[in-house]
């Protein structure tokens, strides 16, 4: 079974500055993705950024970014220039692949969360 | 268009009741999930669907049931609400990897929460 750790329970962090959260995962897939998601106080669980595991380029969304160590099993978010917005719980996830009738769909095992706070 | 809509939001039960949390998904999407939070634990999966007329278990099926008996909704039910059950619900849904572009995007409800009394 995969596992996700996310060491972190909080975070803190001033406005406009950078911070980086972990996560580490355990699994025998060669195949798999990684998500980070966040959610805000509304509670809605949103996309911030997605890793494939066969890809060597760690991804890159505006002021998110990854660092995805494979060997090591670590996929961690680095978040620049930090907006108040910002302030959320954020998951990372890894998703196994199966197959289903031809086509293949995924399922998410979720880390614990870290729970992070901008301030002004 | 909503995307995944789920209904209740909130709702309160005595323990030895049942309900039944409905999630509806207007994206046609074939995949549907469900999961439930608890504090220091993530997201974890009840159940899931990989079409209308399928259902399998997750990592926590115990003490809930599903159906699928249209390809936009998914249903979760709980027979015998206890205590253990009270977490907030999300249900979430994605589409096939040929239409996807295998992104494997799961698109989430806002959530349903549970307080077993």
């Known amino acids: 079974a995969q596992t996700v750790t996310q060491s972190q329970p909080e975070m803190s962090v001033q406005e406009a500055e950078t911070v980086t959260l972990s996560c580490t995962y355990d699994t025998s897939e060669n195949n798999y993705y990684l998500f980070w998601y966040k959610q805000p106080p509304s509670r809605q669980m949103i996309l911030v950024i997605r890793?494939?595991?066969?890809?060597?380029q760690n991804a890159t969304e505006n002021r998110f970014s990854v660092n995805f160590q494979k060997a090591a099993k670590s996929f961690s978010l680095k978040i620049s220039d930090s907006q108040l917005g910002d302030t959320a719980m954020y998951f990372c996830?890894?998703?196994?692949?199966?197959?289903?009738?031809?086509?293949?769909?995924?399922?998410?095992?979720f880390g614990q969360g870290t729970i992070l706070t901008v301030h002004p | 268009n909503a995307g995944v809509t789920q209904t209740p939001k909130f709702r309160v039960l005595k323990t030895g009741q049942s309900m039944t949390l409905l999630c509806a998904q207007d994206m046609n999407h074939e995949y549907m999930y469900w999961y439930r939070q608890d504090p220091g634990m993530g997201l974890r999966l009840i159940h899931y669907?990989?079409?209308?007329?399928?259902?399998a278990k997750g990592e926590v099926p115990d003490g809930y049931n599903v159906s699928r008996l249209k390809k936009q909704n998914f249903l979760l039910g709980l027979e015998s609400a206890a205590p253990s059950q009270t977490s907030v619900y999300f249900c979430?849904?994605?589409?096939?990897?040929?239409?996807?572009?295998?992104?494997?995007?799961?698109?989430f409800g806002p959530g349903t929460r549970l307080t077993v009394t």
């Open positions: 979430a849904s994605s589409p096939t990897e040929v239409l996807a572009g295998q992104l494997y995007e799961q698109y």
């Open positions: 996830a890894f998703m196994t692949l199966y197959n289903a009738g031809g086509t293949s769909y995924g399922k998410l095992t």
């Open positions: 669907s990989v079409g209308e007329g399928t259902t």
């Open positions: 890793q494939e595991a066969y890809k060597q």
